[in-house]
């Protein structure tokens, strides 16, 4: 059992696997907020309720992903993905990846727990030996987030900090 990490009694976050009927102005909204997507190639589009439902159809199809929704008391108020990578050089691993959509939620713990909500999803899967995730190398709060679940930053490359987290060091 890992000796690092103990989650948060509190704030409560909840997941659980996105819809078609969930793509709303406010999640767009996030996806066009320039400091939400600050260190994410998404601020080089805009988006729209059309590209988001778009983008949500084809990752439906996608049997090696899953979008979740992230709420807080019930409201939405983030996102996350898993990605199943089958043939890698780790093995069988996941990568997780976030986003807080509402500003006025940062800083309060939510992200830690919600990677800790992603990153339980994913080795419910026992052939999951391994969680990774990247985050640019000035995006502190996510290398934090990461950090404090038991990640290590496996390698640096251009702007990106890559990070891993074994099974072992999680469960
Ligand atoms: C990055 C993000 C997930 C962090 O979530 P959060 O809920 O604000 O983080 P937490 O409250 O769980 O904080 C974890 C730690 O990071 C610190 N932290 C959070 N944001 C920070 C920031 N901008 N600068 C420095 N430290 C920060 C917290 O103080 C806390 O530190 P501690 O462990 O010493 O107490 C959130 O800000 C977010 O979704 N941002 C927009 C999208 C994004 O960047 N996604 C990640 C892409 S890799």
Known sequence: MSQHYAPPATPSVTIRPAEMSDVSETWVRWLNDPKVTQYSKQRLKTHTLDSQSAFLSQRLLDESRVVYLAFLYGTHIGTGEILYIRNSDEGACAEVSYMIGERCCWGK??????????????????????VQAGAHRENIGSHKVLLSNGFKISKERNSDTYFILDREDFI
Do not use: D, H, P, S
């Open 109 to 130: 713990g939510i992200g830690r727990q919600l990677v800790n909500l992603l990153c339980k999803e994913a080795f419910k899967n026992k052939n999951i030996r391994k």
